[in-house]
């Protein structure tokens, strides 16, 4: 399969990629690792007219710690967050969930900056990074700004990002107890649900609790009824599963080969129950 | 219009025009004549187009030639010097570990970054570590076998 024709720009910087993106207008996009996109333009779903690429911008790909913020550069794969060593030593909940993402090849190359931009509704780290109550820091024209990652997902593919923004990192506190939690397909690898859930827990209660799932729906979205039942808890068996239950009061759900509506709300409560009990031993 | 790009591979220097669109398989297929790398599904699911890039697996299928601009790329045909037989390539013939062959370049194009990963990997690293490639005969037994057997022996 062969996609359409398009022009080919690299940009050596993010202000170049921004000044490139404005300069050959909504019919572009940037490419960053390709596998979103490529697989799109090769179906001939997206045919920009002039691809930029960012893959080699410096300074937008790692892991970084600056008083207790996490940092992520955009450019960061998959796979390097799957190894990355800070991040199994203090925010374990992300090397976990991209080490889940598709097979090696695909974490070899896909980026963490691209996964957010792309929005996938079964992608699994923008569930991460709204359980995380992570910044997702654009550059644009107008200078930088960050938005937090409950605002940035707004529905299928559907993201705040301007024409001439690019996501340049994502930021978070170092979480307490976080785990993720999913149910893959089998042929596909993305999440038929995956659920992230952050806890903060004094002497066995739960203090407070941010729980959020991808693949049920358009795109990941907090499930605030859960977080709600489960703050104030003491965590045993029987709270998480009853805060679990509030799970499946999510509003509009995917129905699809791999899973009706009625099997996804099953496993998201399923799922959600599996996180919390997760994040909880951490 | 064409760009000018150049691309190791397999330890020689390839100084090219490509068309943006041209995906780094056909480039390697189609314009370097190395056809030991397939394509099977040309839709990202089943690893027969694997190649390392700069030593990790990618599928040669969902990358763009100009992509890979001054990587160092090998193909199945550069993993062995002349005449002899990688580790991997030795296994898969000892083990059995292909049928009709066709999945067997990207089989062992994987293998090498999950041996890089996991020198001494468990069962269940090796098929975690194969998720990106299918074999269509269904051979798995035999290949996991092998990926084994170069690791240094049967367990
Ligand atoms: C076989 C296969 C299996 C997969 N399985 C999974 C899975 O299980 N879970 C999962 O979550 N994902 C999965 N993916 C998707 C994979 O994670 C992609 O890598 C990721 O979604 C996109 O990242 P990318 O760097 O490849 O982006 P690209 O494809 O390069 O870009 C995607 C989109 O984002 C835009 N973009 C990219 N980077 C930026 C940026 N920094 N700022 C602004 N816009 C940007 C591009 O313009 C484009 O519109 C799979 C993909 C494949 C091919
Ligand atoms: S041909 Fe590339 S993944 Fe199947
Ligand atoms: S040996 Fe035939 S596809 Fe694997």
């Known amino acids: 399969m062969i996609p359409s024709a398009f022009e080919y720009r690299r940009a050596g910087s993010v202000d170049e990629a921004i000044a490139l993106k404005r300069e050959a207008g909504s019919a572009a996009r940037f490419i960053a690792g390709g596998h979103s996109l490529i697989p799109l333009m090769k179906l001939r779903l997206s045919e920009p007219s002039v691809l930029i690429d960012i893959g080699r911008v410096p300074g937008l790909s790692g892991v970084s710690e600056d008083g207790g913020r996490i940092s992520i550069g955009a450019l960061t794969t998959h796979a390097d967050l799957e190894s990355d060593p800070l991040l199994l030593a203090v925010a374990p909940i992300v090397a976990e969930a991209a080490g889940e993402i598709g097979d090696q090849q695909v974490r070899n190359r896909g980026t963490i900056g691209g996964s957010l931009a792309h929005a996938d509704p079964a992608a699994d780290l923008p569930a991460v990074v709204v359980a995380l109550d992570a910044a997702i820091h654009i550059a644009g024209a107008d200078g930088p700004r960050a938005v937090a990652a409950s605002d940035f997902f707004r529905g299928l593919f559907e993201v705040d990002l301007g024409e001439d923004e690019l996501i340049t990192a994502v930021s978070f506190d170092r979480p307490s107890r976080a785990a993720y939690a999913k149910l893959r397909h089998p042929a596909s690898h993305f999440a038929i649900v995956g659920v992230a859930a952050a806890l903060t827990v004094e002497e066995g209660v739960c203090t407070g609790a941010r729980v959020a799932v991808t693949g049920a729906s358009t795109h990941a979205r907090r499930l605030s009824a859960v977080e709600e039942a489960l703050t104030g808890s003491r965590l045993d068996d029987d709270s998480i599963a009853q805060a679990s239950a509030a799970a499946s009061e999510l509003g509009d759900v995917n129905a699809d080969l791999a899973g009706s509506e009625e099997y996804r709300r099953a496993m998201t409560r399923a799922f959600t129950g599996r996180a919390i009990a997760a994040a909880a031993s951490r | ?155």
């Not at chain 2, 020689?12 to 599904?41: A, S």
């Not at chain 2, 969902?62 to 992509?67: D, N």
């Not at chain 2, 580790?87 to 059995?96: K, R, S, T, V, Y």
């Not at chain 2, 990963?117 to 069962?123: I, K, L, N, V």
């Open chain 2, 1 to 155: 219009m064409s760009v000018p790009i150049s691309v190791t591979v397999n330890g020689r220097l390839h100084e090219l025009e490509v068309e943006p669109r041209m995906l780094l398989v056909h480039l390697l297929r189609e314009e370097l004549n190395l056809t030991g790398t397939h394509v099977g599904c040309d839709t990202s699911q089943c690893g027969a187009c694997t190649v390392l890039m700069d030593g990790d697996s990618a599928k040669s299928c969902t990358v763009f030639a100009v992509q890979a601009d001054g990587a160092s790329v090998t193909t199945i045909e550069g993993l062995s010097a002349e005449g002899g037989m990688h580790p991997l390539q030795q296994a898969f013939w000892d083990e059995h570990g292909l049928q009709c062959g066709y999945c067997t370049p990207g089989m062992i194009m994987s293998g090498v970054d999950l041996l890089d990963r996991h020198p001494d990997p468990s069962e269940q690293e090796i098929r975690r570590g194969l998720d990106g490639n299918l074999c269509r005969c269904t051979g798995y037994e035999h290949i996991v076998n092998a990926i084994r057997d170069a690791a240094g022996g049967a367990k």
